[in-house]
């Protein structure tokens, strides 16, 4: 079982990105999935969730309204969309399956984690 992500790189203040993460078929088209994101000196935090089928997205107030969650089953892939990035938006970005089918928020709900791409928005 892995998971893959990638599309992270250096933008300006204002710019976008699209992140992706592929999963083997197995344990991609029934599990909830999230993004996380560790800023350098900080811990871990949640940013986005989907459920299983897409039709469930949640989102941490920091980058609502600014990032999307998606996924696309058939290809085993989850996206995220990030728009009008900030210089606090720079991370490592983690894509990560949870053993729910429903999407959620808490770390703990999540088995298994890919190994990050790195984001870095420049002011």
């Known amino acids: 079982v892995q998971l893959q992500a990638s599309g992270g790189g250096l933008v300006q203040t204002g710019g976008s990105l699209r992140l992706s993460c592929t999963a083997s078929?197995?344990?991609?088209?029934?599990?909830?999935m999230g993004w996380f994101r560790q800023a350098p000196g900080k811990e871990r935090e949640f940013v986005a969730t989907?459920?299983?089928?897409?039709?469930?997205?949640y989102y941490a107030e920091s980058v609502k309204g600014r990032f999307t969650i998606s996924r696309d089953n058939s290809k085993n892939t989850l996206y995220l969309q990030m728009n009008s990035l900030k210089p606090e938006d720079t991370a490592v970005y983690y894509c990560?399956?949870?053993?729910?089918?429903?999407?959620?928020?808490?770390?703990?709900?999540?088995?298994?984690w890919g190994q990050g791409t790195l984001v870095t928005v420049s002011s």
């Open positions: 990560a399956a949870s053993r729910y089918a429903s999407r959620t928020s808490q770390s703990s709900h999540y088995n298994y």
């Open positions: 078929r197995r344990m991609f088209s029934n599990n909830g």
């Open positions: 989907i459920s299983w089928n897409g039709g469930d997205t």
